[in-house]
């Protein structure tokens, strides 16, 4: 019945809007032209036709309402179900909530025949979220289509399935789709590889063990599936780039291929093959060749051949165009590849067509650090640039100011960065802006007056969105000051002064943030100015502290402030007044400083000493463990008050009250207040205690530590000398820049288009002028070296502020003090003499750390690493290689004339060489469990062997090193490398001070793993003294199962513990035909991973392990229908993962 | 790319696809922002704008506007050109495809975003292949004899 009362409702608009002579889809139908005539239509039309906002919520609300009857009406056709969801789609879309249709959309996917399927499939994946409840409810549908017959609806299931699936569910759909990934159907391989993309992004260890099956999906015969397979590679490449650089060859192929055009033309886009699967290509070939030269090496070619194709003039050309570009840049440079790259940019940046431009200005901002003479070339265009109306425009180009600014030009990037944030309105654009302006200032500050002034217009116009970093910055360089005293007394002062002029203006309203520094910065340095009165500064602040729009973070600030001037002032009216007036205020705080004000004011003395002038980086000595509380202590002891029990002891001795009801572990929050009460030491109930009764001071210590601990984060792009190129450039033809001369300007303009070289002398107009002088100012101090001597200037990042060793300091202290209360509570008095002499040290390996971290020695760590892990990793990656070659070789293209690209030589450059000197274990290890003793590498002197003995409580790395020569070679040094995941027991170095003649040496070195991982390599070099210092650098690639010992437990301690654990992992995985029984599949568990069997009962099986010394892992195994559901459960949250992969590949195997 | 909508000139929103998680709310509002930001740029000016952390690559065809959101390290040009072939996939699909043709079968037109973007990332590169995977999922229905006598959608 309701039915047709809304037929009729609906069908009202629909004839009204007929009338709309464009309302209908006019020209021939194609393919899916629907009749406008559909209730759908009507709906549409009746909407386009009303007016107002009103009126459309009341039509739409009218149609939820009998959207709703018809979706909850049993006897609702599916097919009407399909009409109702496709509605609903459009109420969503205009903004109307219809949640009560989320479940018909489920409905309607798994009833529905294929057409109405394909509608809830899609309602589904526009209503749901990732974490929407209702999606489990698809999951069972999902499962029954992909097992369907019919191609459109496994499709269909792959589809939603990349799009939107239940993490936790992944295990339930995996097998299937990995099944489609062998379908003959390109399509649906295509469609499951996207699938695994998405699951690889959502849970990317779920799909470790199929990690062989992406490279099958690679070398697949169709495009398609290879261009899907790009997108999980350039992901994982992201990751860890060391693990692909084998694939580099395959990578350079393919694109070689699809730029030689032997796709089919079907993946042409206007006539250029396939730019997607180009673009993603250039991209993972960037982040493979980064930072080392041999695999760059692979790559110059057929970089240089996508540029050379490249050239019809449309903007997927140019999109290309780009990402080269980005690729070459990134890559190892080649000198030859950088200038082609270089014209190009010069192409994008004078093209007419602004969104070129932009790409232009976007591709000079990336590579300038490598080049700053683009740059220079480009001046005028950068300038003009800089007044576009175009905001992002804009922005780009001063990104690009930012990072070639120096010395020289900083006033005036910093000014056209302050113009373009007084416009500016978004306050994104206005927080990362301000950053940089407060970055360069402080590195590139010409004075002081300047400084202060960039300071006030940032902290003025950034107002209270800008990061807290800023202003915290900011105090500290007033604080710590510089290298001259001098300098810093008159920064202090000129800044003082500047703060009381702009406090003068009387309803000006100045930010918080703003408001804070100049209360901190009048507090502590007033006295500096000395011809104004205290009292006049005092009662500024008054005013301030009642104005309503300051908050009460602030007028605390504005208090500190006016507690520090009043220490040095005799009897203050204003001060009385203020103390008078908040000692009844209702802010709790507030009041607390009025009466520690008021109480400090009658004692001058203790006031003085308290707040000592300029102190503010005099380090306080916190007695964290409260000893002069002792005598309090154990007077009330003595009064038989009862022992402080700290907090983790009380929570035990209430859960061991409650024993009884506790099933659940408290092992974590156990541990978590350990660690808490740790830093208080000696267990004091009110843990560090800052003196709370000195006001100013100390809360400025407790502000600062917290903000050196963010410092680390602070990039630090710039060096020393600021921005200096790298090398001289070969078409130096005088393109330094000069402030004086317009011809020697124009003149570094030689090598481009005459259109922007006018006569220089007389056809300047009064513009150009003026934007050669702009020019001027913005590039000085950018070309080659000698262009800076000519300006007299050598040094040309003069850095002015720069920052003390102090800036540590603090930090330092906090960590020295929690470590010493640890120590220190047996003897306290003789550590504390210690503290400073322990400080200096610290200081010192921190400065040494933090000076390796310096980019050109990390840049050097990273080459290394890099040389290492080819050869590393080849051998472990042979086999993986060459079956993967030759799959490539039956099935890449096979359908196509594409010449198969052949195994890269470095594959088959493994050739066993024997040395004559094979060394053998010595007796007593003999008998432990062992590996094969196989060759590291080896020189004309030196061969060095290893084996892994796997002993009880650790790994066991043998090391023989055997003399080749026949002479003695004398102290062999064998180092191995730290890594964050091994740790080496003893030490890390082994000393052989002469190793004879043909002969060999060995060393044993215990190994445990610190942070759980599949697989890491464990890098090491071994030197020796002859000629020279000689020395041959290794790796060792070591495995989970190296560290995995079975553990021995009974059934009952297995369920105590099970019960204890909290991380745990479950996945199903399928047994092979032939361990098609239960202890068979066992079997290969407790022998491949040295797993312990506890129990076996019926179907189910627990197993136990340990990894070494003592991180137990559990699992609990079960079959049903061929496939065997493993539970894993453990302290430690990474293991569990890495033991299912082990089981993966260990049951895939057998 | 984070997400696409098309809305027409009077800022009427054609279609939406989200390919990150977001709260309805929030969703509505990034769609008013975004659509006045679009709307009230002059046409001499570039297609990205910043916006947020991110960047909108827009582009206008006829009445409707095509938008998409990207990251800073993605190639706007070649969203540019996402945008486009999406347009020439709807236009094989409907044939001189029309504004009208994607309000009235907006469905039609999220089938075949679907086929070409999937995750944000584009997933077929072949408009022949995309074109005929709907083609194919149509003619099934046609089979159904589904399709041809409805008179009832």
């Known amino acids: 019945m309701s039915d047709v009362v809304e037929r009729t409702l609906s069908a ?81 879309m205009l903004g109307y909530e219809s949640s009560f249709g989320y479940i018909h ?71 299937l789709i990995e099944d489609k990934l062998q379908h003959s159907k390109e399509i649906i391989r295509r469609k499951a590889v996207q699938a695994l993309y998405k699951f690889y992004l959502i849970a990317p260890n779920q799909v470790q063990h199929i990690h062989d099956k992406f490279r099958k999906a690679l070398c697949d015969r169709d495009a398609g599936v290879m261009a899907a397979s790009l997108h999980i590679y350039l992901q994982m490449i992201k990751e860890n780039s060391s693990g692909y650089k084998d694939l580099t060859g395959s990578f350079v192929t393919i694109l070689k291929q699809v730029v030689g055009g032997k796709l089919s033309a079907d993946f042409n886009y206007h006539s250029v093959p396939a730019p997607w699967l180009q673009i993603q290509l250039l991209r993972i070939l960037g982040l493979l060749g980064k930072d080392d030269p041999r695999t760059s090496e692979l790559m110059y070619d057929v970089l240089d051949e996508s540029l050379r194709r490249a050239e019809i003039n449309h903007n997927i050309t140019y999109a290309i165009l780009f990402e080269c570009v980005q690729t070459i840049y990134t890559i190892y440079p080649k000198s030859e590849l950088l200038e082609k790259a270089a014209k190009c940019i010069g192409k994008f940046v004078l093209s007419p067509k602004i969104n ?62 302050l113009d373009y944030l007084k416009e500016s309105k978004d306050e994104y654009a206005i927080i990362n802006l301000v950053g940089k302006i407060a970055e360069l200032a402080e590195k590139y500050a010409p004075n002081n007056e300047w400084f202060i002034q960039t300071m006030n217009a940032v902290f003025s116009v950034g107002g209270d969105v800008v990061h807290s970093d800023i202003p915290n910055n900011f105090l500290r360089l007033l604080a710590e000051g510089f290298d001259d005293g001098e300098e810093d007394l008159q920064l202090r002062m000129y800044a003082v002064q500047s703060y009381l002029a702009l406090l003068e203006e009387e309803d000006k309203l100045y930010p918080q943030k703003f408001l804070q520094v100049m209360s901190w910065v009048l507090g502590e340095y007033f006295s500096l100015v000395t011809d104004v009165d205290p009292e006049v500064i005092l009662t500024k602040l008054h005013s301030l502290l009642k104005k309503t729009f300051v908050t009460s973070e602030t007028k605390t600030w504005i208090m500190a402030a006016v507690t520090k001037i009043a220490s040095h002032t005799s009897c203050s009216k204003t001060v009385d007044e203020l103390v008078q007036e908040l ?133 630090k792009l710039w060096g020393k000398e600021g921005y200096l190129p790298k090398k001289e450039t070969k078409t130096g033809k005088g393109k330094e820049p000069q402030a004086v001369p317009c011809g020697s300007l124009l003149a570094g303009q030689v090598g481009e288009p005459p259109a922007l070289q006018p006569d220089p002398a007389a056809s300047l107009s009064e513009e150009d002028k003026e934007k050669q002088q702009l020019a001027s100012t913005l590039f000085v101090g950018l070309g080659s070296s000698a262009g800076v001597s000519l300006m007299g200037k050598p040094d040309t990042a003069t850095q002015k502020f720069k920052r003390k060793s102090k800036i540590n300091e603090t930090q330092q202290l906090s960590e020295e003090a ?24 610290s200081e010192g390996s921190m400065h040494t750390r933090l000076r390796k971290a310096s980019p050109c020695s990390s840049d050097n760590v990273e080459d290394n690493l890099a040389f290492e892990t080819p050869q590393s990793l080849r051998k472990s990656m042979l086999d993986d290689r060459l079956s993967a070659n030759r799959l490539s070789q039956s099935s890449l293209f096979a359908d196509s004339n594409i010449e198969i690209f052949q195994p890269s030589p470095s594959a088959q450059c493994e050739s066993a060489s024997e040395t004559p000197l094979v060394p053998s274990l010595p007796e007593e290890l003999e008998e432990l469990p062992h590996s094969e003793v196989v060759g590291l590498c080896q020189s004309d002197a030196l061969a060095l062997h290893l084996c892994k003995v796997w002993t009880d409580d650790s790994l066991l790395l043998i090391v023989f090193v055997s003399n080749k020569t026949t002479s003695a070679l004398c102290a062999v040094n064998l180092v191995f490398e730290e890594t964050e995941h091994f740790q080496i027991l003893e030490s890390a170095t082994s000393q052989f001070p002469v190793i004879e003649a043909q002969s060999v040496e060995h060393c044993q070195k215990g190994m445990r793993m610190n942070k759980v991982c599949t697989q890491a390599i464990l890098s090491g070099s071994v030197g020796y003294q002859s000629e020279m210092e000689t020395r041959l650098e290794f790796s060792v690639t070591l495995s989970l199962m190296d560290f995995i010992r079975p553990m021995e437990m009974t059934t009952e301690d297995f369920g105590k513990l099970w019960l204890s654990l909290s991380n745990d992992v479950k996945q199903n995985i399928k047994m092979s035909s032939c361990q098609d029984s239960f202890s068979a599949a066992l079997d290969t568990l407790q022998q491949k991973l040295k797993l312990h069997r506890v129990d076996i009962i019926g179907n189910e099986g627990i197993l136990a392990c340990q990894l070494l010394p003592s991180v137990p892992c559990l699992l609990h195994c079960r079959t049903h229908s061929g496939m065997l559901a493993l539970w894993f459960r453990s302290p430690c949250a990474a293991l569990p993962d890495g033991l299912l992969y082990q089981c993966q590949r260990v049951m895939e195997e057998s | 790319i984070h997400f696409i909508l098309l809305f027409s000139r009077q800022g009427k929103l054609r279609l939406q696809k989200w390919y990150t998680t977001l709260p309805d709310k929030e969703k509505k509002k990034i769609i008013r922002e975004i659509v006045q930001i679009i709307l009230s740029r002059n046409q001499k000016t570039s297609s990205f704008v910043d916006w947020k952390d991110l960047k909108l690559v827009y582009k206008r065809y006829a009445s409707l506007y ?66 005929k995977a709907i083609e194919e999922s149509d003619m099934l229905q046609e089979t159904v004899e589904e399709y041809m006598n409805k008179p009832a959608f």
Not at chain 1, 35 to 42: H, M
Not at chain 1, 376 to 403: G, S, V
Not at chain 1, 818 to 841: C, R
């Open chain 1, 105 to 175: 959309a489920i409905k309607l996917a798994q009833q529905g025949n294929l057409l109405e399927k394909r509608v809830g499939y899609l309602a589904v994946s526009l209503f749901l979220h990732e974490n929407h409840e209702l999606l489990l409810l698809l999951v069972n549908t999902v499962v029954k289509d992909l097992q369907s017959t019919n191609l459109v609806e496994v499709c269909m299931a792959l589809t939603v399935v990349s799009q939107i699936f239940p993490r936790e569910m992944i295990p339930a759909v995996l097998p």
């Open chain 1, 583 to 715: 000692s009844s205020s209702l802010d709790t705080c507030l009041r607390q400083y009025a009466f520690e004000l008021k109480h400090l004011c009658e004692d001058k003395a203790l006031m003085k000493s308290l707040l000592p002038f300029d102190a503010s980086c005099t380090d306080l000595v916190v007695d964290a463990s409260l000893s002069f509380l002792d005598g309090f202590v154990a007077e009330g002891l003595a009064h038989g008050a009862a022992p402080y029990k700290p907090h983790h002891q009380r929570q035990e001795e209430k859960l061991s009250q409650e024993k009884a009801l506790n099933f659940e572990p408290y092992g974590l929050s156990f541990a978590s207040s350990v660690s808490s009460s740790g830093v208080t030491g000696r267990q004091s109930p009110t843990g560090l205690s800052f003196g709370s009764d000195t006001s100013g001071n100390s809360a400025e210590t407790g502000h600062k530590e917290t903000n050196t601990l963010k410092l680390e984060g602070v990039r």
């Open chain 1, 818 to 841: 929690s470590d010493l209360q640890n120590s220190a509570a047996s003897d306290f008095g003789p550590l504390l003499d210690t503290v400073p002499i322990n400080m200096e040290d």
């Open chain 2, 66 to 131: 095509f938008c998409c959101a990207i990251e800073d390290q993605d190639n706007e040009l070649l969203t540019l050109e996402v945008v486009h072939r999406y347009v020439e996939l709807l236009d094989r699909y409907f044939g001189n495809v029309c504004e009208l043709d994607i309000i009235f079968n907006f469905e039609k037109a999220y089938f075949i975003l679907d086929e070409f973007i999937i995750g944000g990332e584009v997933q077929e590169t072949s408009k022949k292949i995309a074109v």
């Open chain 1, 356 to 417: 070129l431009k932009y790409l232009g200005l976007k591709a000079l901002t990336y590579v300038i650090q490598q080049d700053p003479n683009l740059a220079l070339q480009h001046q005028m265009t950068i300038i003009e640039c800089l007044d576009h109306p175009d905001p992002i425009i804009k922005r780009e180009t001063l990104e690009l100011l930012y990072r070639i600014t120096n010395g020289q030009n900083v006033i005036v990037i910093v000014q056209k960065m």
């Open chain 1, 12 to 92: 009202l608009p629909g004839l009204l809007g007929q009338h709309d002579p464009g309302a209908g889809p006019g020209g021939a139908g194609g393919p899916g032209r629907v009749s406008a005539s559909s209730r759908l239509g009507s709906l549409i039309r009746s909407i386009t036709a009303l007016t107002s906002k009103h009126e459309e919520e009341k039509l739409i609300q009218q149609e939820l309402t009998s959207l709703k009857a018809t979706v909850s009406a049993p006897t609702t056709t599916l097919r009407l179900m399909k009409e109702c969801m496709v509605r609903l789609i459009y109420c969503e």
